[in-house]
């Protein structure tokens, strides 16, 4: 297929700079192939990016295109892609994480954690986190950070599979057992997706704690919601669990005081199994873990669990369509992220079309 020398692209210029510009489309490598973008997400991740909370990691420096939660079509492969099977006309989605596939950690298929990391010469990619990324018309990608869509799938939903992976991969490290009561500290998209995670893998119970319309989404999704505001948290997950906390819990808000309380609900044995990255570093009840055994486990991103997601929305496992709730055209990113930012009409997931809404 013949493609255009150049496409719109969103490119941070700076700090919360941002404006949609005619660059030139990519060009593969022999294990890449360049993907019509049908359809990218604003990720929780990305507010932090354009406001410069990672100065100097992500991105490494500017001008730079962000985005990761993308779906879209192959129009051309770099040879090494074609002869993996690749081919023009598939439908893809796509994961940020792309490792070198040569380290210690990569060969443990602990990609996420390549040794090589940040270092685009030895072969690590992060797709919109310091490699560019798919606010734009066409995407360039390993053929390691994608996975085939089926057609009964539309691309607007695949595109969701980033996030609801890592959900997964949050979940599964729990270690949560069937018929288990589970706590998710926060209900933003990731807690969302994690209830119904957790529903679909056979969770009792499932205890949500936040606030507002979020929080009746929650309660709405099949979980038992608690108010945080209302300032009792554990004290209300313990009187749920019969004083003794839940075995699972997942920390999806980011605050520390979300990851305190996380491990002072858990149960004795229990593990916390945390996403939310925050600001600083929080205080932790050291001696409560330390006597009553809590575990605390630290989860990057989505390794090896996107296609387990995949089959978990083909097969109906999981209906994620209560949490895409916008779509923007990209060339009006501002109203995209304004919307998503102050969580206008009940946004949760924000969708963006580089190639125009359809």
């Known amino acids: 297929m013949s493609l255009p020398k150049e496409m719109d692209a969103l490119v941070l210029k700076g700090v919360r700079d941002f404006v949609i510009q005619t660059v030139p489309v990519p060009v593969p490598e022999s294990d890449e192939v360049i993907c019509k973008v049908d359809t990218t997400y604003i990720c929780g991740t990305d507010p932090h990016i354009i406001a410069g909370d990672f100065p100097g990691f992500w991105p490494k420096a500017f001008e730079f295109i962000p985005g990761h939660e993308w779906s879209g079509t192959v129009v051309q492969t770099g040879k090494k892609a074609a002869l993996l099977g690749w081919k023009e006309g598939d439908r893809v989605c796509g994961i940020s994480h792309c490792g070198c596939g040569y380290c210690d950690m990569c060969l443990k298929g602990r990609y996420n954690n390549c040794l090589n990391y940040g270092h685009e010469e030895r072969g690590h990619r992060q797709y919109g986190h310091y490699t560019p990324g798919a606010y734009a018309q066409y995407m360039c990608t390993s053929v390691k950070s994608i996975f085939k869509v089926p057609d009964t799938m539309s691309l607007e939903y695949a595109a969701c599979v980033d996030p609801l992976s890592i959900a997964l991969y949050t979940v599964k490290r729990s270690r949560m057992q069937p018929g288990d009561d589970i706590l998710i500290m926060g209900t933003g998209p990731q807690g969302l997706m994690a209830i119904l995670v957790a529903k679909a893998l056979g969770a009792g119970r499932i205890l949500a704690v936040g606030s507002g319309d979020r929080l009746k989404k929650a309660a709405a999704l099949g979980a038992i919601p608690i108010d945080y505001k209302a300032?009792?948290?554990?004290?209300?997950?313990?009187?749920?669990?019969?004083?003794?906390?839940?075995?699972?819990?997942?920390e999806c808000a980011g605050t520390a005081d979300s990851i305190a309380q996380a491990c002072l609900a858990a149960s004795k044995g229990g593990v916390v199994s945390v996403i939310g990255i925050p600001h600083s570093d929080?205080?932790?009840p050291?001696?409560?873990?330390?006597?009553?055994?809590?575990?605390?486990?630290?989860?990057?991103?989505?390794p090896n669990t996107a296609k387990e997601a995949i089959g978990l929305l083909v097969n109906n496992r999981i209906d994620l369509t209560p949490l895409m709730t916008h779509r923007f055209a990209l060339k009006d990113f501002d109203k995209a992220l304004d919307v998503y930012e102050k969580r206008k009409d009940g946004a949760i997931k924000v969708a963006t079309k580089p190639n125009?809404?359809?």
Request: net charge negative; no cysteine.
């Open 231 to 250: 300032g009792q948290v554990v004290e209300e997950v313990k009187s749920l669990t019969n004083g003794l906390g839940a075995p699972a819990v997942l």
């Open 282 to 284: 929080p205080s932790l």
């Open 286 to 302: 050291l001696k409560r873990i330390v006597l009553d055994e809590i575990e605390i486990i630290g989860n990057r991103a989505n």
């Open 356 to 358: 125009g809404l359809n």
